[in-house]
Structures are given as structure tokens and as C-alpha cells.
């Protein structure tokens, strides 16, 4: 399991309704092919929020294959409907194959990418996505295709015991969205599915750190606390990390920086049982907190307004 509850969101959670990006305005006679047995105002009642996305655009095909494009794309709703995630799939990458270079080829791959991600083929999703960027990336639904693939990483995030590359990945697309699509509606939720991706790492980092720890390579444990408050400040693992530094440079006698990991912990969390421990640990030495204005600790604080 992972170390904090991924699933915890931003109640406005957009990952559920795809089809709410593509609208629901087809093209008149548009008939549900294959006899699916739903129309295409039903397909679309059924996919909550489906209207949204495309503003409502009707699209029209000047060269039409032996299956109009309405139909194939309300196949792949119905398929959608029906949780028939790999034949809506391939319902919705046969508009790209046969309306090459139209409208409804770019509604065919991100309805293609929302398809791989419900069906668990999160690789393939990523794939897609990436792709979407690619061949449109001023479109309206960029941030999206982008959301998408940093949700396939996001799910697949290991506990922090094994290697965290997918966080790593998770984090850099979602920080996309917040950099790159300040306004979009996928910034909050992206915003908090960073800072578990970076509590994750930072996780990872500690447990690393405190192996060391065990086996007395107080060097070797003290970079990786600094990883994490070079890297992670404002995750839940920074109290116990300045307190591993408090331990650690006692342990090799630098009794500066111990009073300053220390001290720095006291300021930002006067009531956290790690201070007290810290705080304990200095006396046990003949020592007390005091922040060196000179420590990388006390550095590393003022840049992110801690300290």
C-alpha cells in the first residue's frame, strides 16, 4: 500500500466523466450503429457532463468511409456506457484511422486515451496522450490528455519501499498542468496529487536515510535527510528528518548544525513529539537548540519563508 490514501481527492474530482469533454450535439441522424440498441441522445445522457467539451461543435466530413463518423463515434459511446472500455476503444481509434486530419479524429484519441486509462492499459493511455499533445497542444482539451497520463502514473505509485520513478513522473505531468494551464479546472486536484507524489518520494528518501541510520553511515543518512528538505519541505516527513539530522551530527560531534536542525524544528513545530525527542537528545550532550545562521539547515528554511 502506499504511504499516504492516493484515492483522497478534490471533491470536484474530473477523472470519472470523460465524455463530459465532448459534446453531446451530433450530427442530425446520427444512429447508434451495430445495433447497440441506444440512441445517441441516450449514449450521451448517461455519460454525465458529456456536453461540455468541443463547445458544442458539429463536425462535417467531406470524404465519408463505408461508416459515417457519427455512427462510430456513438458506438463508442454506447461502449462506453455499457463499461466496454477496449471496444469503445477501438470504436473511437477507428475515427482516427478513417477521418485522418479532421475534428473527429482529435475526439477519437482522447476519447481513445479516457478509453485505455478505465480499462487499466495505463501505459497504452500514456502513449495516447502523449500523442494527443503532440499533434494538438494549444487545444482546449491539452490539460486533460496531460491530466490522464499523470493519472496512469499516479495509479500505479508503489508503496515507498520500491523504486518511486512512476511519483517521479506523476509529479512532472501534473506540475504541467499547474505551470503550463493555471486555469484549468484540473489545477487543484493536480496541486494535491503532487504533493502526494513528493510525499511519497520523500518517503522513499527517509526510509533510505534511515537505513543508514541503523548501520551507523552517518554521512550517507545525513544526504538523504537533506534530500528531503532540499526537495520536500512541506511534506509530513520534515519533523522526523530534522530530527534524524539532530541525531546524526551528534553522532559525528557536529554540534552546530545539530543545534540547528533542532532549533529550526522547534521554531516551525514547538508542540511535535520529534522536538521534544531533539530537544532531549542536545540536553543528554550538555547542548541546546540554536540556530547558526550559516548552516545549510538554516539556508535551506529561508528560502521556502521557514525558520
Given amino acids: 500500500m502506499l504511504d499516504l490514501d492516493l484515492n483522497t481527492s478534490n471533491p470536484a474530482r474530473k477523472i470519472a466523466n470523460p465524455a463530459r469533454f465532448l459534446s453531446g450535439a451530433l450530427p442530425a441522424g446520427a444512429v447508434v450503429g451495430l445495433a447497440l440498441g441506444l440512441s445517441a441522445c441516450s449514449a450521451v ?24 463518423a457519427d455512427d462510430i463515434y456513438n458506438q463508442g459511446l454506447a461502449r462506453l456506457h455499457k463499461k466496454d472500455y477496449t ?24 476519447m481513445t486515451t479516457f478509453s485505455q ?4 492499459k495505463y501505459e497504452d493511455a500514456i502513449a495516447s496522450a502523449n500523442r ?35 511519483a517521479e513522473k506523476a509529479l512532472a505531468y501534473f506540475n504541467q498542468i499547474v505551470e503550463k494551464f493555471p486555469q484549468s479546472e484540473y489545477v487543484t486536484d493536480a496541486k494535491f496529487k503532487m504533493q502526494v507524489a513528493r510525499d511519497q518520494l520523500a518517503g522513499k528518501e527517509m526510509t ?20 528531503v528538505l532540499g526537495k520536500y519541505q512541506m511534506t509530513r516527513h520534515t519533523e522526523e528528518a530534522l530530527y534524524r539530522l539532530t541525531e546524526a551530527y551528534l553522532a559525528l560531534g557536529i554540534t552546530s548544525e545539530a543545534q540547528t536542525a533542532a532549533a529550526i524544528l522547534g521554531h516551525n513545530y514547538p508542540d511535535s513529539q520529534w522536538y521534544k525527542d531533539a530537544f532531549a537528545r542536545l540536553q543528554t550532550g550538555g547542548f541546546s537548540p540554536e540556530e547558526h545562521s550559516d548552516s545549510w539547515i538554516s539556508k535551506t528554511f529561508k528560502k521556502v519563508g521557514l525558520g
Fill in 45 to 68: 445522457d448517461n455519460i454525465p457532463g458529456i456536453s461540455s467539451l468541443f463547445g458544442g461543435e458539429k463536425y462535417e466530413t467531406k470524404i465519408l468511409p463505408d461508416i459515417p
Fill in 117 to 120: 486509462y478505465e480499462d487499466g
Fill in 87 to 110: 471496444a469503445a476503444g477501438k470504436s473511437f481509434a477507428d475515427l482516427e484511422k478513417q477521418y485522418p486530419y479532421s475534428q473527429w479524429s482529435r475526439k477519437g484519441l482522447i
Fill in 208 to 227: 533510505i536515510g534511515r537505513f543508514y541510520m541503523q548501520r551507523r553511515n552517518w554521512t550517507a543518512a545525513i544526504n538523504r535527510f537533506r534530500d
Fill in 132 to 166: 494527443y499533445v503532440s499533434l494538438y497542444p494549444s487545444s482546449p482539451e491539452t490539460p486533460y490528455a496531460i491530466y490522464l497520463a499523470g493519472m496512469s502514473y499516479y495509479n500505479q505509485i508503489p508503496d515507498v519501499a520500491r523504486d518511486q520513478e512512476r
